[in-house]
């Protein structure tokens, strides 16, 4: 493994406010994530449980919009609120929205940006991870404040078993170059992953689902690294 892979959360976080990466952004979740498209189909399967025919959604973390497009593709009579940090990136979901456009009202900034509610639900996809565990907390917690009683949210993130941390981490790896990633970028994810983003155990994870205020917690996706819960407000 190369000594010179960049580490820090610049390594994640510059990258979206580069409009070149911005513009190749949609490869990575791809090549990252198994069942990436699928794991959007679940969750507007999972949200459409309980969230109604004109649901108002919140989607914290929204960068790119893919999720948004996939829901919106999904429910003709949603609408989204897209919260990201990154202002590229929500450029970037305005324009993989297409004609769903005019259903999302796009927000730069973090959850404490996003309007009080009441949503009908909420998403949160690939972005909790970049959190520490305190940080993670509050924001489930916040997401919750602004949800109707008892209405869906579903997280997923990187999540797996801490007591074999590399073995899992080489699985991460070595999926992404299995999938067409770019081996040294792949292992450069690898050195950052293990150095910097706040991964912790399933069981971890859901403890936190729960002390943010939801209950019914129950995961519905694992890959590899990757988890999936859906919770009730």
Known sequence: MPTDAPTGPDYFLKPFSD???VA????????FVPGFEALHRMTGVLLAERAPDDARVLVLGAGGGLEMKALADMQAGWRFVGVDPAAEMLKLAGRTLGPHA???DLIEGYIDDAPSGPFDAAVCLLTLHFLDPVERERTVRQIHRRLRPGAPFVAAHGSFPQGDRARWLDRYMNFAIASGADPGQARGARTAVDASVAMLSPEADEAILRAGGFSDVTQFYAAFT???WIARA
Do not use: S
């Open 19 to 21: 409009p070149v990466h």
């Open 24 to 31: 190749r952004y949609v490869e990575g979740p791809r090549r």
């Open 102 to 104: 005019a259903r999302a």
């Open 226 to 228: 990757w988890r999936g």
